[in-house]
Structures are given as C-alpha cells and as structure tokens.
T-cell receptor, first 112, second 113 residues
Framework: EDPVTQSPEALRLQEGESSSLNCSYT??????LFWYRQDPGKGPEFLFT???AGEEKEKERLKATLTKKESFLHITAPKPEDSATYLC?????????????FGQGTTLQVKP | DAGVTQSPTHLIKTRGQQVTLRCSPK?????VSWYQQALGQGPQFIFQ???????QRGNFPDRFSGHQFPNYSSELNVNALLLGDSALYLC????????????FGPGTRLTVL
C-alpha cells in the first residue's frame, strides 16, 4: 500500500464549479502535510503546511483541511489559471527526518 | 529575495556517462534536498544535505551521490547513467529547526539516450 494516495488522478471542472481534492496517508507520527502546485515542466510551488487534525488554511480560492488520516484541498469557484497538478506530501518520524513522501498528484483542468 | 536556482535547465546524455547537477538554495536556507520526478509521477526523495553532510537517503543506488558546499549550495552527481535515469531532478531548500517547509527550484530535465 502506498503511504500517500491522491484522488482523483484527474479532474475537469467548468469555471466557477467548486470541488475538492483528496490526499490519504497511512504513515504514523505525522510531522507535517504539505500541498504544492506544479505547472507542466516546472518545480512544485508551495501552498500550505498542516500539522494537526482540525487545522485549516486558506489562500485565495484554495482551502486545505486535515483530519487524522486525510487532507482535502477545496477549490472554490475555480478559474482557468488554477489548472495545474496538485501534489500532496507528508513528513513523519524523528525530528531529523527531512524526507517528503509525495502522492502521485491530481491534475486539475478548469475550462472557461 | 532569490528563490532556489538550478543549473542547467536541460541536459542530454548517453548511457554510461556521468552528470553533475547544481543547486543554490533560497537565501537564508541551510538544508538542501534532492528529488527525482518521472513523468506523471510525484517526486521521489534521493537525499538531503545539512552542514555539508548527507543526513538522510532515499532508496537510490550508490550511483547517485551528492555534496554540499560551505555556502550551502549543492551538487547531485549520477554515474553510469541508465535510460531509466531520465527525469526531472528537483532541488528543494529549507531552514532546519524552523518550519522545515521545503521550497523547490525549477528543476533540471535530464534525458538519457
């Protein structure tokens, strides 16, 4: 079983049609869940870090939430410029562990 | 405030050759991590450098090695290139002891023929 699983793999939305992306994880001792946005051929762009269940963070049309075993990235009234691949990653274990474990990503396409 | 920079942008090599990729961290950061991202996949952790030493390593063979310099910049070296090494190589920097959020560079696209 993969430690981090994202769903759906791909999502097509009409402009203004709100939806959510899911990230499920199986690791224990979570020390941070990270959301990144990645445009084709570019490096991931940091969006949010969540550390404990119940935590929420917002940025423009994006809102990230965290439960004990999953996180959601809610997109409200998306625009075509929100089209990208959204990556979820977790860090767990000892304080010296810097390794991020990524999911495979959700590719979002927003049509005008 | 300069972000993470990587060079070169693109690179084409043949099987068996060796390659060196370079990374300069975001200003104020002291830790550099390297990731390999195959097409359509999430990034896979290669290793992390802190205080000029490899602090943690992912599941990659010894053909992959690295170095961190006193100015915190870093190099990734890959020997005896295989076709399967073709990927986007990402460098991420962070500041150990604080939020540890990793910020990524634009990547180096390596193609092995």
């Amino acid at each position: 079983e993969d430690p981090v699983t994202q769903s759906p793999e791909a999502l097509r939305l009409q402009e203004g049609e709100s939806s959510s992306l899911n990230c499920s994880y199986t690791v224990s001792g979570l020390r941070g869940l990270f959301w990144y946005r990645q445009d084709p051929g570019k490096g991931p762009e940091f969006l949010f870090t969540l550390y404990s269940a119940g935590e929420e963070k917002e940025k423009e049309r994006l809102k990230a939430t965290l439960t004990k075993k999953e996180s959601f990235l809610h997109i409200t009234a998306p625009k075509p410029e929100d089209s990208a691949t959204y990556l979820c990653a977790v860090r767990h274990g000892s304080s010296n562990t810097g390794k991020l474990i990524f999911g495979q990503g959700t590719t979002l396409q927003v049509k005008p | 405030d300069a972000g993470v920079t990587q060079s070169p942008t693109h690179l084409i090599k043949t099987r068996g050759q060796q390659v060196t990729l370079r990374c300069s961290p975001k200003s104020g950061h002291d830790t550099v991590s390297w990731y390999q991202q195959a097409l359509g996949q999430g990034p896979q952790f290669i290793f992390q450098y802190y205080e000029e030493e490899e602090r943690q390593r992912g599941n990659f063979p010894d053909r992959f090695s690295g170095h961190q310099f006193p100015n915190y910049s870093s190099e990734l070296n890959v020997n005896a290139l295989l076709l399967g090494d073709s990927a986007l190589y990402l460098c991420a920097s962070s500041l150990t002891g604080f939020t540890d959020t990793q910020y990524f560079g634009p990547g180096t696209r390596l193609t092995v023929l």
